[in-house]
């Protein structure tokens, strides 16, 4: 096989044990890689009602045909598991030099099952896997943690390692590489802490086996010199996502105190111009020439990395306009291993809940020292940061008192920065992600706003799926950075000529898209598996926030979503996706993308429509 290394690396911590073991080609073709791969090992691996943080649960990282060869944009992998957050499928893709090098050991991923009886370090190198003990690593920050390990072995080794949030099981807890680089929302750094994990270490010398490396060589060379021809690459390099601030406050989609409003009075001080006079650097993904991390000086002094989402959900979505303060909050995120965008909702949801006086913590708006404290109570678990650690779905259920209809979540898995009281088809997309509320999948609010914000038409669910296809099923699948292609018209032509001489096989985009569809049904079963008899179609139903409460100010004051004409929406989505009324794949469905066996199994919790 060519492109794929065709290794996975199956360990089990209760026994110290790696095994590396070949899998079928088929697996690789109809899956590609990435999330493709964490879905499909998933699906066959977990027994349904799994608890996710047991041992039985198994933690993936998962690269794609092109991690490793050095092509622009491709040094990244999945991180995967069973949520502890959602109950289901959850994942994150992560920038990191450890993609690189597992790939260069020799595996396209690992698979991590079991529970090390006292917290150890996992090193892959090549064809050797050691336990090393981690007592002394244990309750280290991410970044401690990662400095002590390159001291330790060698400096191009790949490291991906757990804060003090993943040890004490908060659920939403990453999983950190290189000093801001995270991934895995819905709890993937918590999986790895019930697992006694604390890091993952990397080493790999082999070359990958490409069909044509010389095309191949070739091909990166001309990419790179792509990439640098685009207009717009300069002002990327300058801001990266930094600029959507000031596209979000003027389109009235910039989440403001917990998702209540689209505008913010201080959004001029935490946009990318505002960001420009402070940076002092650019950081980012190995293999990437369009370096999109800004580094800025925080208010600690500290050196912390800037991008849209996070300095929305940590500043405006909770009353914060002093953009070094943002900084240090998004840094302190990262150091203790929470996903910023998780965190940023549930304090908001925090702060709201107690102005409205349905709890007795006081929890004020926009205070910088008081938010501090907050996040370290959530990640270590003290106090009512005990509650919000277990996400704003089930704080929300154990509070009570009408607290769900400010809880900003779909699925369980919080929203992330787009506001969409009058962006239906983005509350669809978000209603309808693989692992709750997510914008990877399919993030069009842009296109929606330029098409039109009011209509719930035809267009824009062949769109979302048009988006879902190709963000979410071929660029995770593939591991490969979506935003030259979406940020800067890179042309997917290139990812084919890539693919080719990786695999030297031809895998046009009708391929890859049947290939998508595959993982995101497969997926889509897996949650339907897991919930059985309890699923129903509200899960697929953005907050009750945006239907209920219109925006108060702003150039969008008064809009709010129409549950009638989204529930239609909901339905042609459903039938354009070949599901039943319920959301379920039907039979044929899965039949056509070649997952009869799927049919099978899923039959047995569910009865499936013909
Ligand atoms: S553009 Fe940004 S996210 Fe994408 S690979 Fe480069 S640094 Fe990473």
Known sequence: MFGWTGIFLQVDLNKNKAVAESYDANV?????????????????????????????????FAAGPLTGFGLPNSGKFVVAAKSPLTG??????????AAVQMRKAGYDAVIIEGKAKSPVVLHVKNDVAEFIDAKDFWGLNSFETEAQLKSIYERTAGIVSIGPAGENLVKFATVVSQEGRAGGRPGMGAVMGSKNLKAVVFEGSNDLPAAYPKEMKELSAAGYREILTKPNYAFWKQQGTMSTVEWSQENSTLPTFNFRE??????DKIGGYAMEKIKVSTRGCPQCNMTCGNVVKDSDRKLAELDYENIVMLG???????????????????????????????????????????????????????????????????????????????????IG?????????VKGLEITAYDCHAAPAMALSYATSSIGAHHKDAWLISWEVQVGRNSYSEAKIDKLIELQRLRGGIFESLVSCRFPHVELGFELEWYTKYLHAATGREMPFNTLNYAADKTLNLIRAFWIREYGNNWTKNMDVPPVRWFKEPLTEGPMKGAKLDSVKFDVMLNKYYKKRGWDERGIPTKTTLKKLGLSDVAKELGKCVNLSE
């Not at 910023?340 to 006081?362: D, H």
């Open 28 to 60: 690789a073709l109809n899956f590609i890689g990435g999330r493709g791969f964490a879905a499909k090992i998933l699906w066959d691996s977990l027994k349904p009602g799994t608890d996710p943080l047991s041992p039985e649960n198994k933690l993936i």
């Open 262 to 267: 689209g505008v913010f009075d201080k959004a």
């Open 401 to 409: 008192h009408g607290t769900s209809e400010w809880a900003m979540h």
């Open 88 to 97: 289901s499928y959850g994942d994150g893709n992560i920038g990191t030099s």
């Open 316 to 398: 405006s979505n909770i009353g914060l306009g002093n953009l070094k303060q943002i900084a240090a909050l998004n840094r302190i995120a990262d150091e203790l291993g929470l996903d910023a965008i998780s965190l940023g909702n549930v304090m908001a949801f925090a702060m709201e809940t107690s102005e409205k006086r349905r709890i007795p913590e006081k929890i004020h708006w926009g205070k910088f020292k008081e938010t501090k404290a907050l996040i370290n109570d959530i990640a270590y678990r003290r106090g009512f940061g005990d509650v919000l650690a277990e996400g704003v779905q089930a704080a929300a259920a154990k």
